[in-house]
């Protein structure tokens, strides 16, 4: 049997399951690969596990219950998607331009505070039950797996941003949420993702910069402008005098309505940063109402037919 495991639960994930039989071979208590996978059956044996997704049984150790599927499923936002804000675009139009990049309506019409947000994947079926499983189940191992994509998101950035070194950010929660959590989620999310920095990028993380002032109600159900004034007052920098001429990296686990990381940016920004950049793990797709129109569409009404 092999030892010196700690806490485990099952996985079929093949590359969680190499990574913990390394390390378990690199700590010197298991000497010939046999003996970890007759481990790994006399576990799955004993203490059968199902994955929390999907609800499949889980036959590999790991640190991480769910299964080689589940993950494998949480794949990148297809298709393309607007250059600023990063919803995804529907429209034969799209490309209408040739020298301007693709951007959804809303964005040629309001700027948004942030130079440009990307996210890895949809905020729906298992990628936002594993978000959900280190949030509110606090499955800790979750975090890592959520880095690696925030960490893919990021470099999706690097070709705007160039060699500037960028002052990583998380979004903050309430002093409250934070006991009651036991951890901020944007900030273990964007540890592990800083460990896969991509190459060239100079990222440093600072997560005492934002502070959350005061609890906010849910932005479901409400208006834009009902969304705004939630988040006005939110935010505060603590830290001015390190934001000063400095580019943020913005990052936190989703990006729903937008609103949360453009009240931060706009804090920000009046606080001497320069450029904001955000990145997150997921992000809220409205495909469905989304174009990518031109500026002589929007000149001669054809994006409210396509609209309407």
Known sequence: MCAGLGRIVFSSSRELTRAITAKVVSAGHCFVPWTCHAAESLFATLFPSDCRLCGAPLVKISSLPVCEDCLSAMRPIPGEVCSVCGEGLVSPYAFAQEHDEPRCGLCRRLGPPFAKATAYGSYDGGLRELI???KY?????AANVLGRMLAEAITDLSSSVGETCLLVVPVPLHTRKVRQR???QAELIARAALKLKPVGMQLTLESGILE?????QSQIGLTRHQRRENMRGAFAVTKPAEVQDREILLVDD???TGTTVSECARMLRRAGSPRVWVATVARTLKIE???AISEEEEESGLAKAAHG
């Open 182 to 184: 036991g951890f901020n």
């Open 212 to 216: 959350r002032r005061r609890e906010t």
């Open 289 to 291: 109402a989304t174009y």
């Open 254 to 256: 989703v990006f729903t």
């Open 132 to 134: 959900h499983l280190l």
């Open 137 to 141: 189940e606090q499955v800790r191992p």
